[in-house]
């Protein structure tokens, strides 16, 4: 069983000398920083981006393996949309290296044009790439207002809207 798996692990005290805050960062363009400096290293920064969760009691994020977790920074959304796979049913292919089905209902259009998503059964934010957002083209029907529609489903995108901090 790993530490993780045991109903207390978000409550217990972090390691001795250690806290649960860091100084990690997750930029808008899905790049982790530590101390200001870039995570160079690729399967760290995979790992990293595999560790996202919220923590269970506060819904704050965290970088959570399952054997230890700490709190961190995001400047916009904590996951970015790398491409979209057409289809009958279009495929979000998120920087965790998973995927999940687009679902209409959860796009929005934030500052600067930038479009999100509600991803990971809607517990979470993701921000479309610059290469991503040119994979929605076809599936816009309307730029005034924004208009999409995937089969016989259309939708004009709102505002984001950005919870208060």
């Known amino acids: 069983m790993k530490p993780g798996d045991h109903p207390d692990f978000y409550r217990f005290a972090p390691p001795p000398g250690a806290s649960r805050q860091s100084t990690i960062v997750l930029d808008r363009e899905g790049r982790f920083t530590h101390d200001g400096d870039p995570i160079d290293n ?4 995979q790992a990293l981006r595999s560790w996202i969760a919220r923590h269970p009691d506060d819904g704050e994020l965290i970088l959570s393996n399952g054997y230890d977790w700490c709190y961190f920074r995001v400047e916009d959304a904590p996951f970015i949309v790398t491409a979209l796979h057409d289809g009958a049913t279009p495929t979000l ?13 959860t796009l929005s259009i934030g500052e600067g044009g930038v479009v999100y998503a509600r991803v990971k059964k809607g517990a979470f934010e993701a921000r ?14 309307s730029a005034d207002p924004p208009t999409v529609r995937v089969g016989a489903r259309e939708r004009v995108l709102p505002a984001r809207r950005v919870a208060a901090a």
Do not use: K
Request: charged share 30%.
């Open 42 to 45: 690729p399967r760290l920064e």
């Open 93 to 105: 292919a998120l920087f965790d290296e998973t995927e999940e089905p687009l679902d209409l209902e």
């Open 128 to 141: 479309f790439s610059r290469h991503a957002q040119t994979q929605l083209a076809p599936l816009l029907v």
